[in-house]
C-alpha cells in the first residue's frame, strides 16, 4: 500500500467496504481511483482499483440479467457527443434550462422537489448533439447515485437562482460536492470536474449582488448570466457548453467526391490525423498511407502528417 495517499481515500474506503449495494459499491471505487494521485508509486493500486471496477460492473450486470436489484438507483447511459449533467438546489430552474436547452418536456414548478429522478433531453448544437441530464436537488444526504451521476458526465452545469443568495447556495453545493470528493474546476483530471456556473432568473433578483458574485466566481469557473423566461444569455451558455466539453468535430471526404461537411465524428480536442482515422476504422491504423486536409485555416487540400493536429471543422481525405 503507497503510504502517500490523501485521508479522504480511506474515508471513502472505508464506505465502500460497509457499502451493501454493488452499484454503490462502484460508486467509491470510482471515487477512490480518482482521489489518488497518478504516479508510479500508486500505479499497483491504479490498476487493482480498475480491475475491482470492471469485475463490480460485470457483478452488476449480471445481477440485473437474474433480475435481483436492491434498491433504486439511477444511471444515465451517455448519448451524443457528449454529457451535461446539472447541479443545483431545489428550484433553481434546472428543469426549465433543460426544457430551454433541449426537446424535453420536464415538469416546471412553482415548489421544490419536483425532479426526483434524472431526466434528459439533447440539445442540438449546429451539427452535433449534446445531452443534458437534469437531477434531483443536491442536499448532503443525497443518494450516493447522484454522486455516481455527477462523476460520470463529462462536465457539470451548476445551476444558481439569482432570486436567492446566490453565494451562499453556490457554498452549499460546493460544499456538499467537495464532502464526496467532487470539486469543480476548469480543467478535468482526477477528482475534478469541468464546470460552468450558471445564474438563472437573472430577469429578476439584485443585480449588483449578481455582479459581484459572477466576478468572484469568475476568477476560477466560466459564469453565465441566463434567464430561461426573457431568453438572455442562452445562445452564450450554448456555446459555452460546447468548448467546455473540448470536443472538435471532423469530417471526411471521399477521394473524388466534392467537399461537403455532414455527419461529423466528434473527438477530443488535440487528436491527430491518425486518431481520427483509427475512430473511423481501424484498419487505418496499418493501411493509411496519407490525408488530405481542408481547414478554416490555410489548408486546401494539402497533404498531412499521421501526427498533424486537428481543429474543429476540420475535413479529411485518407489515402489507403
Ligand atoms: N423569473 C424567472 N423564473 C424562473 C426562471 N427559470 C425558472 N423559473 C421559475 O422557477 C421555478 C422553479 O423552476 P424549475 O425549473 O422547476 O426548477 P428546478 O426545481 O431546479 O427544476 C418555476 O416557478 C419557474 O417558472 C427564470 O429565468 N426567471
Ligand atoms: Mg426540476
Known amino acids: 500500500m503507497p503510504a502517500n495517499l490523501p485521508p479522504q ?27 489518488i494521485p497518478k504516479h508510479k508509486g500508486t500505479e499497483k493500486l491504479q490498476a487493482d482499483l480498475k480491475t475491482r471496477i470492471s469485475k463490480t460492473k460485470d457483478l452488476i450486470s449480471k ?15 451517455k448519448q451524443g457527443a457528449g454529457q451535461i449533467v446539472m447541479v443545483g438546489l431545489p428550484n433553481s430552474g434546472r428543469s426549465s434550462l ?22 434528459v433531453g439533447m440539445m442540438e448544437y449546429e451539427d452535433i448533439k449534446i445531452q443534458i441530464v437534469d437531477t434531483p436537488p443536491l442536499y448532503e444526504e443525497s443518494p450516493p447515485w447522484l454522486f455516481g451521476l455527477y462523476r460520470n458526465g463529462d462536465a457539470l452545469l451548476i445551476v444558481l437562482d439569482a432570486q436567492s443568495d446566490v453565494s451562499k447556495d453556490y457554498d452549499t453545493l460546493m460544499d456538499a460536492m467537495n464532502a464526496r ?27 449588483d449582488a449578481l455582479k459581484s458574485f459572477a466576478a468572484k466566481c469568475g476568477e476560477d469557473l466560466q459564469v453565465v448570466t441566463v434567464s430561461t423566461e426573457s431568453g438572455e444569455g442562452i445562445d452564450g451558455l450554448r456555446n459555452l457548453i460546447f468548448t ?14 466534392p467537399l461537403e ?29 496519407f490525408a488530405r486536409l481542408w481547414s ?3 489548408y486546401q487540400g494539402q497533404r498531412v502528417e499521421k501526427s498533424h493536429v486537428l481543429t474543429d471543422g476540420d475535413v479529411l481525405e485518407f489515402h489507403a
Open 9 to 35: 481515500y480511506f474515508d471513502v474506503e472505508k464506505k465502500y467496504r460497509e457499502a451493501r449495494d454493488l452499484r454503490e459499491k462502484l460508486v467509491y471505487l470510482q471515487e477512490m481511483l480518482a482521489i
Open 63 to 77: 445481477q440485473k440479467k437474474s433480475g435481483g436489484t436492491g434498491g433504486a438507483w439511477y444511471q444515465v447511459e
Open 98 to 119: 433543460l426544457n430551454t436547452l433541449t426537446n424535453a418536456h420536464a415538469e416546471v414548478a412553482l415548489y421544490p422537489f419536483t425532479t426526483n429522478l434524472p431526466q
Open 181 to 207: 470528493n467532487i470539486f469543480a474546476e476548469d480543467v478535468d483530471s482526477g477528482n475534478k470536474k469541468r464546470a460552468i456556473v450558471v445564474l438563472n432568473k437573472s430577469d429578476s433578483g439584485d443585480q
Open 244 to 257: 467546455t466539453l473540448r470536443i472538435i468535430r471532423v469530417y471526411t471526404k471521399k477521394i473524388g467526391h
Open 261 to 289: 461537411k455532414r455527419d461529423p465524428v466528434v473527438l477530443k480536442i488535440g487528436s491527430t490525423v491518425i486518431e481520427a482515422a483509427e475512430h473511423i476504422h481501424k484498419d487505418f491504423r496499418k493501411n493509411l498511407k
Open 296 to 298: 478554416d485555416s490555410n
